[in-house]
């Protein structure tokens, strides 16, 4: 059933007089905030500059593809290029960007409290955040690094002389950020919900990022003591991966993808729960099987655990575990069709509008599913065989990573925008940016699929000259990619200023925070709100509107 | 569901805020003393949580080579100071009981009582790590620390008060391994000593100033959860490294 809401006139609106944003002023007040809306402000601004650093160094990349010969750089600066786009872009952009920014914003909101549970570990996250950031940077301006960004023993151990142990420290700090944001959001989601928010009352972007931040708190501590171990080797020689010493540089990988296929979901999961908002928002009906789609977040962060070593397969484990891991990693299709089929339900028979946000959350389902899909060729024993270690690879991974997280977390930005500073972005510039990110990322991964089943590998800069033309197509369409990130960028950049002013609740949504003025108050609430409605439910928000008394003043 | 979550006390205005009575530890955003006291403790067993997995990774490890490399594993145990191991397993267990002892005295509001079993608490720790810098040592004068330096003799050709079988230089070479994982885990160990004899030098400042002992003892508590995880660590720690096919009187 769903209800047709009409749109409140907003022209009226004003921004409300005291806010977050204007409660004090000073860098001091921002950079010692205790506050979650703030901080996730320093988390937006810093996460922009990585995500803008990382993918300058896509660009460098995909123009030295160009041409089949090796021409704009040597092989092993290339080698160090795309190190650097992938640390960068998993660590410092993906892993924060929809919890850290979106999350951090939103769900103490959602939830009916004032702040997350830790206010000064959260800022703390951020510190380290900034930390790991310096590590990162340093190790590429004293000459870079060039591990991949899984480094991988014996070569990261043994055969560089690259700044892999700066790296290292850097994803260690940055693991500690992840950490301790999960455990915020697990601890404030399980104790700080307001009055009458029970558990199948929270909004579905909680549970998917409650399902997030398990596995980042039991995740990343694998990752963590991998990584130190690394560095001991590098530093003092101590050998549990090195085989001349009798240890295993496969145990190396084993606790690596322990850590490094649940922070796959890590990456995803909080995106499903942007477009799960933005799709029952858009058709103004409750998400299709709400605790179906909850239960599917808890399922895909369950299994995620148990299908690492599909990332292995050519590399010598056991062909039995292997049959299971196979099995295992089919099985997470499961959980991710009952999201996709249940927001297609969703839209069916809801009253569609294509706002800015739905058109980002169209090109997420539809890019997803085909990097869900290419996920179960990989997962199929013999296809990995064939695929994996080629442009197949890193196509399967953009379409779910790019085309799929980085979508929702612009459909999240553009839906939640004007929660946050107050204010609209350009409605027809955004649209026009959402289509030129579509059709730029199709153009630029699509023909990497190709390239991949043909047999080009991965991580080479040169290539025989039959693949030229898929390859141009490829940088073509980075082009055109990176115009489509820039523009959102510009005009929100501008719309801070001169965007006409949002209203409390521009889109009409059910949640929480569109219940309270935007940009919000400090402490959220003026009363904690006791919640006696279902999470999306636009029959109490039409009542609430009706008998709303607007006061003029 | 679960009423913890459900602050139990009605919101109070802003205006409000200032005159509103609540004990000064109580954080703004919490409603009630109850719900942060269940945030911060559900916090804290999380955060001992992801400690378990970081020490988990050493221990999946120490697990896979002790079965393939058995021998070397027996033999590199046995040239351990068991001696001192036993000991620093009791002075370990004493630090962890005074602590408690300090968590009751906290409970309880006893402020000298709080005050010195924080200091034998701390006491214990170094204590502890005096006597694993000792044993370090000692494996630095044998060769046992892995990298460049490391000798295998000693398992090749055991000296006949030893009464080791000599192993085979291939096996030997693995003592290198048991060596790694060694320092590995017991110095992730000596590490979270030393960051909990840091936080404290922290704590015993505030008890000295009397802030643990007027109803908030949560810190106190939590620092507690955390020494007692670092002593279990080493529960398991010491028969895993130490006693690996010990023969007394042999």
Same mark, same amino acid.
């Given at each position: 059933?769903?209800?047709?809401?009409?749109?409140?006139?907003?022209?009226?609106?004003?921004?409300?007089?005291?806010?977050?944003?204007?409660?004090?002023?000073?860098?001091?007040?921002?950079?010692?905030?205790?506050?979650?809306?703030?901080?996730?402000?320093?988390?937006?601004?810093?996460?922009?500059?990585?995500?803008?650093?990382?993918?300058?160094?896509?660009?460098?990349?995909?123009?030295?593809?160009?041409?089949?010969?090796?021409?704009?750089?040597?092989?092993?600066?290339?080698?160090?290029?795309?190190?650097?786009?992938?640390?960068?872009?998993?660590?410092?952009?993906?892993?924060?960007?929809?919890?850290?920014?979106?999350?951090?914003?939103?769900?103490?909101?959602?939830?009916?409290?004032?702040?997350?549970?830790?206010?000064?570990?959260?800022?703390?996250?951020?510190?380290?955040?900034?930390?790991?950031?310096?590590?990162?940077?340093?190790?590429?301006?004293?000459?870079?690094?060039?591990?991949?960004?899984?480094?991988?023993?014996?070569?990261?151990?043994?055969?560089?002389?690259?700044?892999?142990?700066?790296?290292?420290?850097?994803?260690? *700090? %940055?693991?500690? =950020?992840?950490?301790?944001?999960?455990?915020? &959001?697990? $601890?404030?989601? @399980?104790? /700080?919900?307001?009055? #009458?928010?029970?558990?199948?009352?929270?909004?579905?972007?909680?549970?998917?990022?409650?399902?997030?931040?398990?596995?980042?708190?039991?995740?990343?501590?694998?990752?963590?003591?991998?990584?130190?171990?690394?560095?001991?080797?590098?530093?003092?020689?101590?050998?549990?991966?090195?085989?001349?010493?009798?240890?295993?540089?496969?145990?190396?990988?084993?606790?690596?993808?322990?850590?490094?296929?649940?922070?796959?979901?890590?990456?995803?999961?909080?995106?499903?729960?942007?477009?799960?908002?933005?799709?029952?928002?858009?058709?103004?009906?409750?998400?299709?099987?709400?605790?179906? *789609? %909850?239960?599917? =977040?808890?399922?895909?962060?369950?299994?995620? &655990?148990? $299908?690492?070593? @599909?990332? /292995?397969?050519?590399? #010598?484990?056991?062909?039995?575990?292997?049959?299971?891991?196979?099995?295992?990693?089919?099985?997470?299709?499961?959980?991710?069709?009952?999201?996709?089929?249940?927001?297609?339900?969703?839209?069916?028979?809801?009253?569609?509008?294509?706002?800015?946000?739905?058109?980002?959350?169209?090109?997420?389902?539809?890019?997803?599913?085909?990097?869900?899909?290419?996920?179960?060729?990989?997962?199929?024993?013999?296809?990995?065989?064939?695929?994996?270690?080629?442009?197949?690879?890193?196509?399967?991974?953009?379409?779910?990573?790019?085309?799929?997280?980085?979508?929702?977390?612009?459909?999240?930005?553009?839906?939640?925008?004007?929660?946050?500073?107050?204010?609209?972005?350009?409605?027809?510039?955004?649209?026009?940016?959402?289509?030129?990110?579509?059709?730029?990322?199709?153009?630029?991964?699509?023909?990497?699929?190709?390239?991949?089943?043909?047999?080009?590998?991965?991580?080479?800069?040169?290539?025989?000259?039959?693949?030229?033309?898929?390859?141009?197509?490829?940088?073509?369409?980075?082009?055109?990619?990176?115009?489509?990130?820039?523009?959102?960028?510009?005009?929100?950049?501008?719309?801070?200023?001169?965007?006409?002013?949002?209203?409390?609740?521009?889109?009409?949504?059910?949640?929480?925070?569109?219940?309270?003025?935007?940009?919000?108050?400090?402490?959220?609430?003026?009363?904690?709100?006791?919640?006696?409605?279902?999470?999306?439910?636009?029959?109490?928000?039409?009542?609430?509107?009706?008998?709303?008394?607007?006061?003029?003043? | 569901?679960?009423?913890?979550?459900?602050?139990?006390?009605?919101?109070?205005?802003?205006?409000?805020?200032?005159?509103?009575?609540?004990?000064?530890?109580?954080?703004?955003?919490?409603?009630?003393?109850?719900?942060?006291?269940?945030?911060?403790?559900?916090?804290?067993?999380?955060?001992?949580?992801?400690?378990?997995?970081?020490?988990?990774?050493?221990?999946?490890?120490?697990?896979?080579?002790?079965?393939?490399?058995?021998?070397?594993?027996?033999?590199?145990?046995?040239?351990?100071?068991?001696?001192?191991?036993?000991?620093?397993?009791?002075?370990?267990?004493?630090?962890?009981?005074?602590?408690?002892?300090?968590?009751?005295?906290?409970?309880?509001?006893?402020?000298?009582?709080?005050?010195?079993?924080?200091?034998?608490?701390?006491?214990?720790?170094?204590?502890?790590?005096?006597?694993?810098?000792?044993?370090?040592?000692?494996?630095?004068?044998?060769?046992?620390?892995?990298?460049?330096?490391?000798?295998?003799?000693?398992?090749?050709?055991?000296?006949?008060?030893?009464?080791?079988?000599?192993?085979?230089?291939?096996?030997?070479?693995?003592?290198?391994?048991?060596?790694?994982?060694?320092?590995?885990?017991?110095?992730?160990?000596?590490?979270?000593?030393?960051?909990?004899?840091?936080?404290?030098?922290?704590?015993?400042?505030?008890?000295?100033?009397?802030?643990?002992?007027?109803?908030?003892?949560?810190?106190?508590?939590?620092?507690?959860?955390?020494?007692?995880?670092?002593?279990?660590?080493?529960?398991?720690?010491?028969?895993?490294?130490?006693?690996?096919?010990?023969?007394?009187?042999?």
């Amino acid at each position: 059933m769903s209800t047709i809401v009409s749109l409140s006139d907003q022209s009226t609106a004003t921004l409300p007089k005291l806010s977050y944003l204007n409660k004090e002023y000073g860098l001091k007040s921002w950079l010692l905030t205790g506050d979650h809306k703030r901080i996730a402000m320093l988390y937006l601004i810093s996460i922009t500059f990585f995500f803008f650093l990382g993918g300058s160094m896509a660009g460098l990349i995909r123009l030295e593809l160009l041409t089949p010969q090796p021409d704009l750089m040597a092989s092993d600066t290339y080698n160090k290029l795309f190190t650097m786009h992938g640390v960068i872009m998993i660590f410092l952009f993906l892993v924060p960007s929809v919890p850290a920014v979106i999350g951090n914003f939103i769900i103490p909101i959602m939830v009916g409290a004032k702040d997350l549970a830790f206010p000064k570990l959260n800022l703390l996250s951020w510190y380290l955040y900034v930390v790991a950031g310096i590590f990162t940077v340093s190790a590429l301006v004293l000459g870079g690094v060039d591990t991949g960004w899984t480094f991988t023993t014996p070569l990261s151990t043994h055969y560089l002389n690259t700044h892999v142990v700066t790296a290292a420290l850097g994803i260690f *700090v %940055a693991g500690f =950020s992840s950490i301790f944001t999960g455990l915020n &959001f697990i $601890v404030t989601i @399980h104790r /700080m919900r307001a009055p #009458g928010m029970t558990w199948f009352r929270l909004p579905l972007f909680c549970w998917s990022n409650y399902a997030a931040a398990i596995l980042m708190v039991l995740g990343t501590p694998v990752l963590a003591i991998a990584i130190v171990l690394v560095i001991l080797e590098r530093t003092i020689g101590i050998g549990v991966f090195d085989p001349t010493k009798g240890g295993d540089p496969l145990l190396f990988q084993h606790l690596f993808w322990f850590y490094s296929h649940p922070a796959v979901y890590i990456m995803i999961l909080p995106g499903m729960g942007v477009i799960s908002e933005v799709i029952s928002t858009f058709s103004r009906k409750r998400v299709f099987g709400y605790t179906a *789609v %909850a239960f599917s =977040s808890v399922a895909i962060a369950l299994f995620g &655990f148990f $299908v690492w070593a @599909h990332h /292995m397969f050519i590399m #010598g484990v056991s062909n039995y575990s292997a049959l299971v891991f196979s099995l295992l990693t089919m099985l997470v299709a499961v959980p991710s069709a009952i999201k996709i089929f249940n927001w297609a339900a969703t839209l069916y028979k809801g009253s569609i509008t294509f706002e800015t946000p739905m058109l980002y959350a169209f090109g997420f389902i539809g890019l997803f599913t085909i990097g869900g899909l290419t996920g179960v060729f990989l997962g199929s024993l013999g296809m990995d065989i064939h695929l994996t270690e080629t442009y197949f690879i890193v196509a399967h991974f953009h379409f779910v990573m790019v085309g799929g997280m980085l979508m929702a977390y612009l459909a999240g930005m553009h839906f939640w925008w004007p929660k946050m500073t107050g204010r609209m972005y350009p409605e027809a510039m955004s649209k026009l940016a959402a289509v030129v990110t579509f059709i730029g990322f199709n153009l630029t991964f699509f023909p990497q699929f190709i390239l991949g089943y043909l047999g080009m590998p991965r991580r080479y800069h040169a290539y025989p000259p039959e693949f030229q033309v898929l390859n141009v197509l490829s940088t073509a369409g980075a082009t055109v990619l990176g115009l489509g990130y820039l523009m959102p960028m510009i005009y929100m950049t501008w719309s801070l200023k001169y965007g006409a002013i949002a209203g409390a609740n521009p889109w009409q949504a059910t949640g929480l925070e569109w219940q309270i003025q935007s940009p919000p108050l400090t402490e959220n609430f003026t009363e904690i709100p006791v919640v006696d409605y279902e999470a999306y439910d636009y029959d109490w928000l039409a009542n609430k509107t009706k008998h709303e008394v607007t006061t003029v003043g | 569901m679960d009423s913890h979550a459900i602050a139990t006390q009605p919101a109070h205005g802003e205006a409000g805020h200032e005159s509103h009575e609540h004990p000064a530890f109580l954080r703004h955003h919490f409603e009630t003393v109850e719900q942060q006291k269940e945030a911060t403790a559900f916090g804290m067993w999380l955060f001992l949580l992801t400690e378990i997995m970081f020490f988990g990774g050493m221990f999946a490890a120490y697990l896979i080579y002790r079965n393939w490399y058995y021998p070397a594993f027996a033999a590199a145990s046995n040239t351990l100071n068991i001696t001192l191991g036993a000991v620093n397993t009791a002075v370990l267990i004493t630090s962890g009981f005074a602590m408690a002892i300090g968590v009751w005295c906290a409970e309880t509001k006893r402020k000298r009582g709080l005050v010195i079993s924080l200091l034998v608490t701390m006491l214990f720790g170094l204590v502890f790590l005096g006597i694993k810098y000792v044993e370090y040592s000692e494996k630095f004068e044998l060769h046992h620390v892995p990298g460049a330096d490391f000798s295998i003799s000693q398992f090749v050709h055991p000296s006949a008060e030893s009464h080791e079988v000599p192993l085979g230089a291939d096996m030997a070479e693995k003592t290198q391994i048991y060596f790694s994982l060694y320092f590995a885990m017991t110095g992730m160990h000596a590490l979270h000593m030393i960051i909990g004899i840091g936080i404290l030098i922290w704590l015993l400042v505030r008890a000295q100033q009397g802030a643990y002992t007027s109803g908030y003892v949560q810190p106190i508590e939590y620092f507690g959860l955390y020494w007692h995880f670092v002593d279990i660590v080493w529960i398991f720690l010491f028969p895993l490294l130490y006693l690996i096919n010990r023969h007394p009187g042999r």
